[in-house]
């Protein structure tokens, strides 16, 4: 299976499989003799790790990293990055393997099953293998070797939506992002969302979720067109998260109800004599290319595919059959999807960034 790696100049491979005995990622074009120890990573796989709140999978994973290559501790005692590739690795030690071995030769509806299949000829139904959510523990781990490269930039992402239920934007506080286990910035709403999941989740059912993704901080220049836009590749980046059916940049779809007046960004020159957008509905791009303003992207997450109602479907030979999907799942995916909406930006960022050095100076 090819096409597990994504970036240009700053380039993140991950492998393994969900019930394999380990995961991993190689970073390759990380910059020399930037401070990196385990420590720096583990913060944001803390923030990743199943089994942390009811609301998520009860899978018990401690998920800590070991770094195996790319850095050494220089005269001064500080373990610094060698410039050659980083290569990280998280041991699996709570699979469940017998749990799926009752649909090793069933399609469960919504899953990848009956594709990988019908492409490969094989498919990995412990977990689903590489098409599991376990494999993004490795883009947050890559993800914090690329803050190391984003000096200056913050990158936060906040769950806005769950269900049909949204945040309001008047109570937007990032402060509550940390306190409560839903990544909300809106203490009512996270509130409301913990009765809610909590009927979910006794029904045996699953909803899907919004995240939204700024990056403040980040540099006018990255991207560069025509197919090489910033725009473009956080896109794909966010799409290729697992589960992820949506993404938006800005105004997003929303700029499709909006007039030409409403929706384009008015500039002055701010006291500094820098250029100043009075707006940013463009969400920090321009013609495929950061303005300064905060990157926002936002993506939708669909309801987790293993549920306990019997869904319709087929077995690899054909047979009509109903399914209902056993396990540990989480009744709403896209709240651990928040740290790695993070990781994605901060990793596109980061090969933007390299790239666009290489090419400016």
Request: glycine share 10%; proline share 5%; charged share 25%.
């Amino acid at each position: 299976m090819s096409h597990n790696s994504f970036g240009h100049m700053f380039r993140v491979t991950t492998w393994g499989e969900s019930h394999g005995p380990a995961i991993g990622c190689v970073v390759d074009g990380c910059p020399p003799l930037l401070p990196l120890t385990e420590t720096d990573i583990q913060v944001f796989m803390e923030k990743r790790k199943p089994g942390q709140s009811r609301f998520t999978t009860q899978r018990r994973e401690p998920d800590e990293v070991k770094i195996l290559s790319g850095v050494m501790v220089d005269e001064d005692g500080v373990q610094k990055t060698t410039g050659t590739p980083i290569s990280l690795m998280v041991e699996n030690t709570d699979q469940r393997s017998k749990d799926y071995s009752e649909i090793k030769d069933r399609f469960r509806p919504g899953h990848a099953d009956f594709t990988y299949d019908a492409k490969y000829g094989i498919r990995d139904y412990r977990g689903g293998g590489r098409s599991s959510a376990r494999e993004t523990a490795m883009r947050v781990a890559a993800g914090a070797v690329a803050r190391k490269v984003l000096d200056g930039v913050t990158i936060r992402a906040a769950l806005v939506q769950v269900g049909p239920h949204e945040i309001d934007r008047s109570n937007w506080d990032w402060n509550q992002v940390d306190q409560n286990p839903f990544f909300a910035p809106d203490e009512k709403a996270a509130a409301y969302w913990a009765d809610y999941l909590d009927r979910v989740r006794k029904a045996g059912s699953s909803v899907g979720a919004v995240i939204e993704v700024v990056a403040e901080g980040v540099p006018v220049g990255l991207g560069a067109p025509i197919y090489g836009k910033l725009d473009t590749d956080l896109s794909a980046a966010m799409m290729s998260i697992n589960a992820v059916k949506g993404v938006e940049i800005g105004n997003g779809f929303e700029a499709a109800r909006l007039s030409g007046e409403e929706n384009a960004d008015e500039i002055r020159i701010g006291e500094d004599g820098k250029p100043v957008f009075l707006t940013n509905n463009a969400g920090g791009v321009l013609g495929g290319i950061s303005n300064g303003d905060p990157l926002v992207v936002r993506f939708a997450v669909k309801p987790t595919s293993s549920i306990l109602t019997e869904r319709k479907s087929i077995t690899r030979t054909g047979e009509e059959i109903d399914v209902m999907t056993k396990g540990r799942h989480d009744p709403c995916v896209g709240i651990r999807a928040v740290p790695v909406g993070e990781a994605m930006m901060a990793c596109v960022l980061a090969d933007h960034f390299i790239r666009h050095r290489a090419q400016i100076g």
